[in-house]
Nanobody
Framework: QVQLVESGGGSVQAGGSLRLSCAASGYTYRSDYMGWFRQAPGKGREGVAAIYTGGGITYVAASVKGRATISQDNAKNTLYLQMNSLKPEDTAMYYC?????????????????WGQGTQVTVSS
């Protein structure tokens, strides 16, 4: 059974940083795309960053480029998202996803497995 568990969210002031973690279990971690997505109240889920776990190739959304870094620790089966220079518009529930099934690495519809999310709140 695939299980993704996010952690590391919290409340920060604008300009601050957070490091989100996603612990994965129950599936082949080393040859898949995994991604971070977010959903703000009243908005659709959007892609933040994705990574190919077999080679480390990364993709980052334009909205967070230069402020977000996605990385992995294969030994720990853990995915990370480092977010710097946080803005109030980054406030959202952040989810990690795995089980990529098609085209569009930052398209939430292309992923089959999801965690429960971790809340990030940025105050001005």
């Amino acid at each position: 059974q695939v299980q993704l568990v996010e952690s590391g969210g919290g409340s920060v002031q604008a300009g601050g940083s957070l490091r989100l973690s996603c612990a994965a279990s129950g599936y082949t971690y080393r040859s898949d795309y995994m991604g971070w997505f977010r959903q703000a109240p009243g908005k659709g889920r959007e892609g933040v960053a994705a990574i190919y776990t077999g080679g480390g190739i990364t993709y980052v959304a334009a909205s967070v480029k230069g402020r977000a870094t996605i990385s992995q620790d294969n030994a720990k089966n853990t995915l990370y998202l480092q977010m710097n220079s946080l803005k109030p518009e980054d406030t959202a529930m952040y989810y990690c996803a795995a089980g990529y099934g098609g085209s569009g690495f930052l398209d939430p519809g292309q992923y089959n497995y999801w965690g429960q999310g971790t809340q990030v709140t940025v105050s001005s």
